[in-house]
């Protein structure tokens, strides 16, 4: 089954709302419409920065969708320095990072809680972007597999076949995160498969098909095509590369099939 890719940037604490506003503006100039019939392009920046992205794309109906980095999982309340999921789509967010391994590692998020941050967005219409991935000791002792697997079963635990058929799982091994090392086309391929083979396994095969798996660790310009190539992997979550808008444009295009 063909899936659109998905090519979503995580600019992570990078970019104020100022800059925020040149890097969509270039990007939107950068990236022909017609590429658009050929991939999903997402931004997603920091919080301080959404209002500014929505009134700029907004402004010119740019076919660019974008999302917030994280949200928490209660509704409302005190909760200080949290933002709600509800508010992030107030402000026409269309995705929600969740799971990220700094968010783990940093934050010491479990796979409980992000979990219940998925059933929160998911509430609010919002994608979740499920990130999971291995550290470099789980893939040298060969546990890459399982780990994954397993965290893809911790981060979805509780929720219905209707409600994971509506998330966007990111594969992404934390050694080849900001590192230039990138998994081989092969390494991202075998674990989004076997990401697959268990959503298969647990929601059925309908599920299982239409659920987008993205790889994400060091993707650029001069791997995103082979990379997307594979089976199935149906996109790339990109950190530092989708800061510069030019080359993420052209990553964009790659990832499109082009240049068209
Ligand atoms: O963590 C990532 C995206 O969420 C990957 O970051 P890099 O593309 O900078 O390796």
């Known amino acids: 089954m063909a899936r659109k890719p998905l090519i979503a940037g995580n600019w992570k ?11 969509v503006q270039k990007l939107y100039f950068g990236l022909p419409t017609k590429y658009y ?3 999903d392009v ?12 929505q009134t700029v794309i907004e402004a010119d109906s740019m076919p660019i969708t974008y999302g ?4 928490s ?30 968010r783990r590692t940093v934050h010491g998020e479990d796979d409980a809680l992000v979990a219940r941050k998925v059933a929160k967005a998911l509430e609010h219409g919002l994608t979740p972007i499920l990130c999971l991935g291995e550290g470099e000791d789980v893939r040298d002792a060969g546990g890459h597999v ?8 911790g981060s979805l635990a509780g929720l219905s076949s209707e409600q994971v058929g509506r998330v ?36 059925g095969g309908a599920v299982a098909d239409a659920v ?15 990379l997307v190539a594979q089976s199935d992997v149906d996109g790339a979550l990109v950190g530092g590369a989708s800061l510069d808008a030019e080359g993420f444009a052209e990553l964009c295009a790659l990832a499109a099939g082009g240049p068209l």
């Open 13 to 23: 604490m990078n970019l104020n709302h100022l800059e925020a506003i040149g890097v």
């Open 68 to 71: 917030g980095q994280d949200c």
């Open 73 to 102: 999982p209660e509704e409302s309340g005190a909760f200080t320095g949290d933002v709600s999921a509800a508010m992030l789509a107030k402000l026409g967010c269309t995705y929600v990072v969740l799971g990220h391994s700094e």
């Open 37 to 39: 019939d050929h991939v």
């Open 42 to 53: 997402a931004v997603c920046p920091p919080f301080t920065d959404l209002r500014s992205v």
């Open 146 to 153: 399982e780990h994954c697997t397993g965290q893809l079963d």
């Open 168 to 203: 966007v799982v990111a594969y992404e091994p934390v050694w080849a995160i900001g590192t230039g090392k990138t998994a081989t086309t092969q390494d991202a391929q075998e674990v989004c498969h076997a990401l697959r083979e268990r959503l298969r396994e647990v929601h």
């Open 212 to 226: 987008r798996i993205l790889y994400g660790g060091s993707v650029k310009s001069g791997n995103v095509k082979e």
